[in-house]
Structures are given as structure tokens and as C-alpha cells.
């Protein structure tokens, strides 16, 4: 099974950018990346998922290295409603079983 | 209108009951999960659903049941409630079962028993 291990807390300031790196070491050929978004008292949310290089959509960043074995989440120009705990997760076959680890507590200040 | 609901929202009972979280997706999903996240944010799957058929069964305590009357339910029961039972418990929906299709969190049931 692939195991994800990130920063547990990060800390920034408003506009700044924040990259969030995951490592995933044992990924599998058909494992996809993907991050999650948790705010507090909330179900975590679907930010974005990748395979490989880059992806980008209205919220975030994720680079992809050629060999896969980790992968960074980019927020670009943070502001406070970005404090929230952002888990970095690789599928398991296709059943739909996400391994989530502890996931990184983002911290942003004014 | 909510995509993924769960009631209650908050539920404390005595040790030794049995109680029920229910969960309803109106996305059309085929599939539904439950999720336990404990105090130490940990998020763990404990079942999948897909068209009314377990798929994932994790090493969960027999106390616990899911029950889908269809497709856009899935309930969760809990016999004998221990201490330790006491988390966040997510609901989930996806289109599909593939790890690459997006789940859709219900706004969690704070379990806590006394």
C-alpha cells in the first residue's frame, strides 16, 4: 500500500505562495495523487489530483516529478479562509479506498 | 440542496447503547463510504459501497453495521458503544469506485460516548 508522509503544520502570511511537498515512495504505476482540503468542523474537499508533471485549476498547483515518488501542492497569494488541514492521498486499485495520512495543519496569518 | 447529508450532526449516549448515523447523497453517486476520524485528525476508511454491494469491509469491529437501503443511502449502526467509538464519522460519495473518481464529504456526526 502506498503510504504518503507530509509536514504536519506549515505556517505563512497572507498573499504568499505555499508550497506543500508529499512523499510517496512505494506509488503504484495506476495510483493517481491527489489532495484534499479539511476546514474545521467540515468534511474534507476535493482540491486536485494528478498523475504526472503539472496540474493546474482555479484553486491550486500540483507538481509532479518524472519519477513520481513525491509531489507539491502550490497555493498561490494565501489568504486567511486557507487555514484548513491539506492531505495529500494515493488510491489503491480501483475500489476507491483512499489512505489518508495526517495530513499538513496550514496556518495562515495576517 | 446539500449533496451529502448525515444526521445527526452531534450524538452523545452512554456506553452500551446502540445508536445510528444515517447518510443520504442526492449526486446520483453509485458509491458510499464511511469514514472515521479520531482526535488526532486521522481520517480512516471503514466501508465502501457501490450500487448497494460492500466492496471495502476494513478491520472494523463486528459492533459496526452498514446498511444500504439504495443507492443514495448509507447507514451506519453501532451496537454496544465503547469509549473509543467516540470520533468524527464522514460519509462519502463517489460516481464511481475508482480511486481517481472524487468523493463528496457529508458534513461529519460527532460521536461521543460517556
Known amino acids: 500500500l502506498a503510504k504518503t508522509t507530509q509536514p504536519i503544520s506549515m505556517d505563512s502570511y497572507e498573499g504568499q505562495e505555499v508550497n506543500i511537498t508529499c512523499s510517496h515512495n512505494?506509488?503504484?504505476?495506476?495510483?493517481?495523487i491527489t489532495w484534499y482540503q479539511q476546514f474545521p468542523s467540515q468534511g474534507p474537499r476535493f482540491i486536485i489530483q494528478?498523475?504526472?508533471t503539472k496540474v493546474t485549476n482555479e484553486v491550486a498547483s500540483l507538481f509532479i516529478p518524472a519519477d513520481r515518488k513525491s509531489s507539491t501542492l502550490s497555493l498561490p497569494r494565501v489568504s486567511l479562509s486557507d487555514t484548513a488541514v491539506y492531505y495529500c492521498?494515493?488510491?489503491?486499485?480501483?475500489?476507491?479506498?483512499?489512505?489518508f495520512g495526517q495530513g499538513t495543519t496550514l496556518q495562515v496569518k495576517p | 440542496d446539500t449533496a451529502v447529508s448525515q444526521t445527526p450532526k452531534y450524538l452523545v449516549t452512554q456506553m452500551g447503547n446502540d445508536k445510528s448515523i444515517k447518510c443520504e447523497q442526492n449526486?446520483?453517486?453509485?458509491?458510499m463510504y464511511w469514514y472515521k476520524q479520531d482526535s488526532k485528525k486521522f481520517l480512516k476508511i471503514m466501508f465502501s459501497y457501490n450500487n448497494k454491494e460492500l466492496i471495502i469491509n476494513e478491520t472494523v469491529p463486528n459492533r459496526f453495521s452498514p446498511k444500504s437501503p439504495d443507492k443514495a443511502h448509507l447507514n451506519l449502526h453501532i451496537n454496544s458503544l465503547e469509549l473509543g467509538d467516540s470520533a468524527v464519522y464522514f460519509c462519502?460519495?463517489?460516481?464511481?469506485?475508482?480511486?481517481?473518481?472524487?468523493?463528496?464529504f457529508g458534513p461529519g456526526t460527532r460521536l461521543t460516548v460517556l
Open positions: 449526486l446520483g453517486h453509485d458509491t
Open positions: 462519502a460519495s463517489s460516481l464511481l469506485a475508482a480511486s481517481t473518481d472524487t468523493q463528496y
Open positions: 512505494n506509488i503504484a504505476t495506476n495510483d493517481y
Open positions: 492521498l494515493v488510491g489503491v486499485g480501483n475500489t476507491g479506498k483512499l489512505i
Open positions: 494528478g498523475y504526472k
